[in-house]
């Protein structure tokens, strides 16, 4: 999927504008070898380990992978130099999903497959691997109990972490040249287009309801993010505005004794003691005393830290439901929301301007939105500014990658210490553990439990619903092609939909011929049924009429009959519909070549209809512009 550059967006960051290959091959920005971030050595027990330096400030210096099923191939060394180039750059969690489908991929069809003849494939080296060889794998992928996607992600990281090692400059020159031969053959380019599966475009049971949520149950995870995000927001800013309150009264040093009778003005001590993330208690036994009692010895009166982190700083369940109403507002892929920086939001008035990268893309994905009330706690800005607030002390110590988030939590551990979540990894859902941030938005708001990453392709499926065309949900979606629209954001309802409308074409076209063009689908009204013969009505079978002169099996062709027709349908509460009722009623009122008869009867059915709509919405159909009918005789 690829989506559209915006024009007159602000300029990406240059880091933001290199090519894969640049990318790949720069130099890292602290001068340091590259080489350092990552190593690949031997067990004691003989297993291969790939060690992945991690961000600074994790607890963990190094993350470990292990890639044993390098062992005994012939393409270990072109493959341990792609890993290793590879994982410098790669966004942190990404390790070892690399090793994981490269494992599941080019290591299992090697293993366990032979060329014509009995050769291993297990054996075959850069100078042996030829066309025939890529072109089985593409044949074994396709042969897998797996989604198209997976095995399109296996056959891409052999190519990605095979050009990661042509880039590395590591390789003896025989290994280079052979491998430039092999990443020049057409099947090494379209790899991962080769291991797809012929399928239709129906998607499974399975698959739709993990990609494509129920309008209900969408509606019930926005009532619940919002319902959410202004009880935090109300909280949190009455916390606030009594810590500040409390602050003015602390002209001197209190005594521990006062503070602990005074919880506000604690809390303002305590906001002024500790700039940046809460102590835990054995750093605030060693370096400040009174720091401790006030905060963590509970026996004597001590706040406790679990009371007063929710003061200070945002803790990651607190930032899901921000998170959650922003993906259904901007329609923004998960990975592209967590990864939104403050230096890619612009306020300008009344307007915010979001331009976050899209890191699938190397492109950017620009939103401009009102910025709303400040006192709404629902705006924009007023959303911007709690999460500002909230991640304020994360800040002061996250990693340098990390310090322009914007989703920002911190993980408390009493003995540990703190440490800060990675953003990307706010919204993972661990339903085994049940005790994720995620689990406890769910849970909490008693919803079914349902990926994140659903809400886009739902509210975009939903744009193409109501609006009946595909240009809008592709604009949306800022698609650069449509095809991406359709094969990734159409649900299967919405695509029977629109089939549905195209097998009715060709009756509408004999409709429109047989009425000498007065009945045109071309000009119905937004939200008319294209199945009725009159505008701004609905029918409940145009194919079975019961009309004088009308054929069953055929379209209804009796225009502005429609009121006297016991199939009719009339939306009361929609003014355009309405409109055209109105417009259709007047018509018949001023018709001179209507029979007596026929006159009386259409327009008692046209009164009777009129009657059952609300006077709200007769006055506001009445203000709209009135569309153009006619009645002949």
């Not at 009867?601 to 709509?613: G, I, K, P």
Request: glycine share 8%.
């Amino acid at each position: 999927m690829t989506d559209s550059h915006d024009e007159g967006a602000r300029p990406v960051l240059p880091s933001r504008q290199k090519s894969i290959a640049e990318f790949l091959d720069g130099e890292d920005s602290r001068g340091e070898d590259p080489w350092d971030h990552a190593t690949i050595k031997e067990g004691p027990d003989g297993s291969i380990i790939l060690s992945v330096r991690e961000p600074e400030g994790s607890v963990k210096a190094w993350r470990e992978y292990n890639v044993s099923f390098l062992a005994g191939q012939g393409l270990r060394p072109i493959l341990e130099t792609g890993l290793l180039h590879a994982v410098r750059k790669g966004a942190a969690g990404s390790h070892g999903q690399l090793a994981r489908r490269l494992r599941r991929g080019w290591a299992e069809f090697a293993g366990t497959t032979q060329r014509p003849g009995g050769a291993h494939r297990r054996d075959i080296g850069i100078r042996d691997l030829a066309a025939a060889d890529l072109e089985a794998f593409a044949i074994f992928l396709r042969a897998l109990s797996v989604g198209n996607d997976e095995r399109r992600n296996r056959a891409g990281t052999l190519r990605s972490v095979l050009e990661a090692a042509a880039l590395s400059g590591k390789l003896d020159p025989d290994d280079a040249l052979a491998l430039d031969e092999i990443r020049n053959l057409p099947i090494y380019r379209d790899l991962p287009k080769r291991s797809q599966q012929p399928s239709d475009s129906a998607k499974s049971d399975a698959e739709e309801a993990e990609k494509f949520l129920s309008h209900a149950r969408l509606e019930a995870i926005h009532e619940a993010a919002e319902r959410d995000v202004a009880e935090i927001t109300e909280q949190w800013d009455a916390d606030q505005r009594r810590i500040s309150a409390a602050r003015a009264c602390l002209d001197r040093a209190p005594h521990v004794t006062e503070l602990m009778a005074d919880r506000w003005r604690a809390l303002a001590w305590i906001g002024g003691r500790c700039p940046g993330p809460l102590p835990t208690s054995r750093q605030a036994q060693a370096h400040d005393p009174m720091l401790y009692h006030v905060l963590f010895d509970t026996r004597r009166g001590g706040l406790g830290l679990g009371n007063v982190v929710q003061c200070f700083q945002g803790r990651s369940y607190e930032l899901v439901p921000f998170l959650i109403l922003l993906l259904i507002r901007l329609r923004w892929n998960v990975s592209t929301l967590t990864g939104l920086e403050w230096s890619d939001i612009r306020e300008d008035g009344d307007i915010i301007t979001l331009v976050p990268a899209k890191r699938r893309s190397f492109g950017a994905q620009k939103r401009q939105e009102p910025a709303g009330d400040p006192a709404d706690p629902l705006s924009l800005c007023s959303i911007l500014r709690v999460l500002r607030e909230m991640t304020a002390r994360a800040r002061t110590v996250a990693p340098s990658i990390w310090k322009d988030r914007v989703f920002l939590a911190i993980a408390l551990r009493n003995s540990n210490g703190s440490r800060i979540i990675d953003p990307d990894a706010l919204l993972e859902s661990k339903p085994s553990r049940g005790d994720d941030a995620l689990s406890c938005f769910i849970e909490n708001a008693g919803l079914d439990r349902f990926q994140p990453k659903a809400l886009r392709p739902t509210v975009i499926d939903a744009v193409i619903r109501w609006s009946e065309k595909l240009p809008v949900g592709q604009l949306e979606a800022r698609h650069r092609q449509q095809s991406t629209t359709i094969k990734h954001y159409v649900s299967v309802e919405t695509a029977e939909r629109r089939r549905l409308i195209l097998a009715e074409m060709p009756g509408q076209m004999q409709r429109w011929a047989m009425t000498d063009g007065r009945i045109d689908p071309r000009f119905l009204p937004a939200g008319s049924d294209i199945r009725s013969a009159t505008p701004g009505f609905g029918c409940l079978d145009p194919y079975d009429s019961p009309l004088p002169g009308q054929e069953q099996g055929r379209l209804c062709r009796a225009e502005w009959h429609c009121p006297s027709c016991p199939l009719v349908i009339l939306r009361a509460d929609d003014a355009r519909q309405v409109a055209y009722a109105l417009a259709y009623a007047e018509a018949a009122a001023r018709a001179t070549e209507l029979d007596p008869g026929t006159s009386a009867r259409l327009l008692a059915a046209y009164d009777a209809m009129l009657r059952q709509v609300p006077d709200a919405t007769l006055r506001q159909a009445a203000s709209l512009p009135k569309p153009s009918v006619q009645i002949p005789g």
